[in-house]
């Protein structure tokens, strides 16, 4: 595809967005929709009708589906080789697949070469943002924003902080912590579309002083945000308690050290107490749910009610390596799946929500991304609906863009990967050169 980026360019065919709106079931929907893209890769207008003054400018048509770039809350850069290791619940797969796999990032070329990997398959899936765990290693960090440098996602990442309950080789002393982690904040300051995150892998990882210390990092500038694990498995949560005998919960350990607030994103929050959803409410901090890590590792099945009745934000993770898969329709299906083990049917509008705005939400750049609306960064992808043949059919028969939604979470499997095209700034990142139509 060639783009003349002196001058807006069209793309259209079937679209569809979220709203960034009160209710997670707004959206739009065109059989026949306009996307206009201007030269400063924003979204100028988004509609059924292309605007007059568009209307002389290079027009792409698609068949295939136009709709918002992914957001993957909650995804780990370094365990996708570690990815579908077997027979081992959370704390012991740690140990045994995850911790020495992170002691080779201290490489800078071996952690180059896995983050362009990492990246590039985001895209391949329709990823444009993602919320992504290093390791310990400022070069690890470094090797995921120089090979991004080219490839275009929106970001957020941090050098991750553990000081205890790991290898030596992966243990940070707190005074080397804070000089690689406050240089790495600023150097961060001078990348386009890249947020810094202060990271402390999970309470287990971390002594009071390095907890204390990332709670007034993140009190002392309003630009970070915090990334965490809470209340994975019940192991876990015992394991955290004798830890930290005086907090009354999980919850608690990391309100007690400043780490509970609006810019806090918590994955997973399975085995939560009645206490600890009210005070997350009252936090503003987001939920970052990893279905097909919690389904593989066996830890346990989200209350997908317990936030939504609360009116908390939600995201979507996909968790690599714990999780076994970066496509968002996988992660969707299978958070539908756990919510219908808990009784409960969730809508496939809230699902896309959740992989969209409320991924931006989580973030705090929904103003920015998660959906198609003028303003935006078109980040966008394509996707295909019509090379599998009862794919196809299940599309054209479905009655409401619900239904047409939620046969897509079904019918994109890993294997045949129906993304074909991925944006980001309004630049075409990747496609597939055999099913595009660019």
Known sequence: ???????????????????????????????????????????LSVGPKLPEEYAQNQVHRTRHLIAPGFVDAHVHYPQLPVMASYGTSLLEWLDRYTFPEETRYGDRSYAGSRATKFLKLSLERGVTSAAIFSTIHDVALEALQASNHDLGLNLVSGITGMDRGAPDSLSVDIVAFKDINEKAIETSRGLERFSYAITPRFALSCSEEMLDYCGQLLESDQSLLMQTHINETEDEILATSALFPRASDYLDVYASFGLLGSRSLFAHGIHNTETEYDRWAESGASVIHCPTSNTFLGSGLFDADGYVSRGINVGLGSDVGGGFSLNPFVTMAEAYKVAKLRGKVLDPLRLMYWHTLGGAKAIHQHDSIGSLEPGKYADFCLIDITSDEVGSELWERAATVREKLFSLMFFMPDSKNRVVATFTDGALRWQDEIQSDL
């Open 1 to 43: 595809m060639v783009l003349d980026k002196k001058e807006p360019f069209v793309v259209q065919g079937r679209l569809f967005t979220p709203l960034d709106q009160r209710e997670v079931d707004e959206h739009l929907y065109y059989d026949d929709g306009f996307l206009v893209v201007g030269v400063d890769g924003r979204i």
